[in-house]
């Protein structure tokens, strides 16, 4: 199925920009060049948004919130050369995110692309390892071939990154082609009849059952499925970073808290007195089997949309492959256990107990610079419904990881896969165009800040009404506290001051500062009431640090 054109008068880029419009895409962000300008030219005369960047790998990272916020890809463009390049950084952030993200770069033409000339690079062979689909339009005739097989793959299965060249030559040509249709429905079914009664069966005899929420249980449709699934079956469940928001608050007894990085939190406890695991929506790099089920041989149920990546520590027993949220509808209504075994109730109990104490000394921990969980608890308060939080790189990261709790999927944006330093900003800037009635705030240390600080300008021009809080300390602490556990001494991990106020007026925004901690839910009203973007600093105490490495639980792995 296709729309009809008239060939002659439509050249490749228009063929671009129209495959873009029949995706509704509504933002593309990114650089011009010469060996793109002609695509940035058609841009301007379509529905499409064109939004400026002041980097390209801000411009990847911006694209991949929108597409981990709307399950739709975001798209990136940038120029030939060092303008793709940049990009890299971006798409592997989200191919391992698991967020759909298209990448469009400029080339020189098909003639010279072979030859040691100004900016020809093998951009296509670049991206393979770090994307899943990589090509280059090498024709006038597979313009929106390429382009729609690109959204294809970046939105399916476990979604993630698309990288696609174009030509100067072949934008500037004739198209040959029509602007394809993508099909009107699509998709997987549920997994195998089978494999949800063999699942059924082993989760029924199992003991000690036990929930390990991954990235794709936080898209909403699957989460709503997880919450009959753990109501029902009256399962305890953790989660990764990445599957932040999926429990609701009426099965936050239920919840054990979330893991990822060290194997040692109180989730970790309940992770490992399962004699049975069901992994939904799960993917190693969210948190290693090696460290979580290194040398054990208990049962695992796989439910995803791919295929487990089998090794030595993670060897699914059953897989259930297929839609998810279909399949944990098929697999729940089979599902016996009424209550929570013992053991599991009493460690759910005492988290529950000791969650409750954290949550009484953060608030009463006074002092300057601020401890960590005096802002986590701060933050709790003001995370309200109508709130989208973006968390960057750091130390600060895993406090808010651990210790911060959101009931609604996808409100709050971690990063677990590649650890990307930068990412928060960005993603804000994403939020503030997807979810423009809600409140924003984006999180980041001093040091990833200046990674992707430049769009603060971006941000203005774009009158995103955002805030983006920096928690200083002068370091790269999070590498420092390592460092220090193992050799004795950080070494590398210093820099030099920043001002947050200076730096928030010198691009035409507003800043504050956090003093002491009976200022933060004041200065983050005044910041939130405040039109457009906000820088808010804080000094932040940092002496526990070491306790967020600390290998606590006896099954840790050296």
């Not at 050249?11 to 509704?24: C, K, M, N, P, S």
């Not at 020189?108 to 100004?118: F, G, M």
């Not at 959204?151 to 072949?170: K, Q, Y």
């Not at 009976?518 to 070491?546: C, E, M, W």
């Amino acid at each position: 199925m296709s729309i009809e054109q008239k060939h002659d008068e439509l050249t490749g880029a228009d063929i671009v920009v129209r495959t873009l419009e029949q995706q509704d895409v509504k933002w593309v962000f990114g650089i011009p060049g010469a060996k793109i300008d002609k695509v940035f030219n058609t841009l301007a005369d379509s529905s499409i948004q064109t939004v400026v960047c002041r980097h390209e790998q801000n411009a990847a990272f911006i694209a991949g919130g929108i597409g981990r916020m709307t399950g739709k890809a975001g798209v990136a463009v940038a120029t030939s050369g060092p303008g793709v390049s940049n990009l890299v950084t971006g798409l592997a952030t989200a191919n391992t995110e698991g967020d759909p993200v298209i990448a469009l770069g400029g080339a020189v033409p098909l003639s010279d692309r072979l030859k040691k000339i100004h900016q020809s690079m093998d951009s296509v062979n670049l991206f393979k390892p770090v994307t899943k689909y990589s090509a280059e339009v090498d024709s006038p005739e597979s313009v929106s071939e390429v382009l729609t097989n690109a959204f294809r793959s970046a939105e399916s299965d476990r979604p993630g990154a698309a990288f696609v060249s174009l030509p100067t030559d072949i934008m500037m040509a004739p198209a040959k082609c029509d602007v394809l249709v993508p099909p009107a429905h699509s998709g997987v079914g549920p997994a195998d009849s089978a494999a949800i009664k063999e699942a059924a069966r082993l989760i029924n005899q199992a003991k000690r059952p036990v929930v390990l929420l991954g990235l794709l249980a936080s898209k909403p449709e699957n989460a709503a499925a997880v919450h009959e699934l753990i109501e029902s079956g009256k399962l305890p469940v953790v989660g990764t970073f990445q599957a932040a928001g999926v429990v609701s608050t009426n099965l936050f007894r239920n919840f054990g808290g979330r893991v990822g990085q060290i194997n040692n939190q109180p989730a970790d406890e309940i992770l490992a007195a399962g004699d049975l695991v069901i992994t939904i929506g799960y993917d190693p790099v969210e948190y290693w089997p090696s460290i979580w089920n290194k040398s054990n041989k208990r049962t695992v149920v796989h439910l995803d949309v791919l295929p487990a990546d089998i090794d030595n520590s993670y060897s699914p027993t059953v897989e259930l492959i297929g839609d998810i949220a279909e399949t944990i509808r098929l697999l729940t209504p089979l599902i016996s256990h009424s209550t929570p075994d013992s053991f599991i109730k009493r460690l759910l109990d005492q988290i529950a107990e000791d969650r409750e104490e954290l949550a009484r000394s953060s608030a009463a921990m006074n002092g300057a610079p601020v401890h960590p969980l005096r802002l986590v608890s701060e933050l709790q308060r003001m995370l309200t419904s109508d709130t989208t939080l973006c968390l960057d790189m750091g130390s600060f990261h895993l406090w808010m990881a651990r210790h911060l709790y959101s009931f609604r999927a996808r409100q709050i944006l971690i990063s677990n896969g590649q650890q990307t330093l930068g990412v928060a900003l960005p993603w804000a800037i994403a939020a503030t165009l997807v979810r423009p009635s809600e409140k924003v705030l984006s999180i980041s240390g001093d040091g990833g800040f200046l990674f992707s600080g430049m769009e603060l300008e971006t941000a203005v021009r774009l009158q995103s009404h955002l805030v983006h809080m920096i928690w200083i300390d002068g370091t790269y602490n999070m590498v420092a506290v390592q460092e220090q556990q193992k050799y004795g001494r950080p070494s590398g991990t210093t820099f030099g001051p920043l001002d947050p106020v200076k730096y928030a007026e010198a691009f035409g925004a507003r800043g504050f500062m956090i003093r002491t901690p009976d200022q933060i839910i004041s200065v983050l009203k005044q910041a939130f009431d405040t039109p457009g973007p906000v820088l808010i600093g804080v000094h932040v105490d940092y002496r526990d640090n070491h306790k967020l490495f600390e290998q606590v639980n006896e099954r840790s792995v050296h």
